[in-house]
């Protein structure tokens, strides 16, 4: 039977988990793209530094086989609409994460009107509404190619199939209205951080010191000149 297949994760963690900038900007994000756990944003990163490495690396290889793999690269980028057709190694580190989320399934399906937002995009992915190219795909990160993304579609059996659902909307209205939604959504997070932040800037307000009162220093009376001269009579005498 031989050895079992060793299932190796597909992506990698942060090396400290409590950057607070990288905390705050998750949280951005997993509003804006409708995720449910950072793990898809780590396969994301991992997906975009994969091919970041590549690039810099095929960016000094002069040699012929660096070349059929710079060209294997970019295609696969294209495929996926990543890059344009005349693109080169300079444009895949031009790349960033927010690219790379607008490819996944559940980004498309909103974006072509085919749900009310991404949390719904979402749930029609999970509840097998969804076909990709005549197959059922229930990962909502799942990466599109062009040519998936041309075959998208309802299941025939599904009652989303229908275009007079209640849930089947106008898509420039529906998609007018979320990115109002997270327009809101995403400027209250970002307020809310930067007021903790400035909460945590600002130093703590030390009550100031009571000052002590003086204390009071005794008067010393000056004797008149007649007394000093009544003094000194009764000395000499």
Same mark, same amino acid.
């Given at each position: 039977?031989?050895?079992?297949?060793?299932?190796?994760?597909?992506?990698?963690?942060?090396?400290?988990?409590?950057?607070?900038?990288?905390?705050?900007?998750?949280?951005?994000?997993?509003?804006?793209?409708?995720?449910?756990?950072? #793990? $898809?944003?780590?396969?994301?990163?991992?997906? =975009? +530094? %994969? @091919?970041?490495?590549? &690039?810099?690396?095929? *960016?000094?290889?002069?040699?012929?086989?660096?070349? #059929? $793999?710079?060209?294997?690269?970019?295609?696969? =980028? +294209? %495929? @996926?609409?990543?890059? &344009?057709?005349?693109? *080169?190694?300079?444009?895949?580190?031009?790349?960033?994460?927010?690219?790379?989320?607008?490819?996944?399934?559940?980004?498309?399906?909103?974006?072509?009107?085919?749900?009310? *937002?991404?949390?719904?995009?979402?749930?029609?992915?999970?509840?097998?509404?969804?076909?990709?190219?005549?197959?059922?795909?229930?990962?909502?990160?799942?990466?599109?190619?062009?040519?998936?993304?041309?075959?998208?579609?309802?299941?025939?059996?599904?009652?989303?199939?229908?275009?007079?659902?209640?849930?089947?909307?106008?898509?420039?209205?529906?998609?007018?209205?979320?990115?109002?939604?997270?327009?809101?959504?995403?400027?209250?997070?970002?307020?809310?951080?930067?007021?903790?932040?400035?909460?945590?800037?600002?130093?703590?307000?030390?009550?100031?010191?009571?000052?002590?009162?003086?204390?009071?220093?005794?008067?010393?009376?000056?004797?008149?000149?007649?007394?000093?001269?009544?003094?000194?009579?009764?000395?000499?005498?």
């Amino acid at each position: 039977m031989g050895d079992p297949k060793r299932f190796r994760k597909k992506y990698k963690t942060p090396m400290h988990p409590w950057n607070k900038a990288a905390i705050e900007e998750e949280a951005v994000i997993k509003q804006e793209y409708g995720i449910r756990r950072k #793990k $898809e944003i780590y396969l994301m990163n991992s997906f =975009l +530094k %994969r @091919y970041r490495d590549i &690039a810099k690396r095929l *960016s000094i290889d002069t040699t012929a086989q660096g070349a #059929k $793999e710079s060209e294997a690269s970019l295609n696969k =980028l +294209k %495929r @996926y609409g990543l890059l &344009a057709e005349d693109a *080169s190694l300079n444009q895949v580190l031009a790349l960033t994460l927010k690219d790379i989320l607008e490819r996944r399934l559940q980004s498309i399906v909103f974006r072509r009107g085919m749900s009310r *937002s991404m949390k719904q995009a979402r749930q029609f992915i999970t509840h097998r509404h969804i076909l990709v190219s005549g197959k059922e795909i229930t990962s909502p990160a799942y990466l599109l190619t062009l040519d998936e993304e041309a075959a998208l579609s309802f299941k025939e059996k599904s009652s989303l199939a229908s275009e007079i659902h209640p849930e089947r909307v106008d898509p420039q209205e529906a998609i007018k209205q979320e990115a109002e939604k997270l327009r809101k959504e995403t400027e209250e997070l970002k307020k809310a951080a930067a007021e903790k932040a400035a909460g945590e800037a600002s130093p703590e307000e030390v009550p100031e010191p009571k000052a002590e009162a003086a204390p009071e220093i005794p008067e010393v009376k000056e004797s008149n000149d007649n007394s000093k001269a009544e003094t000194a009579e009764v000395s000499e005498e």
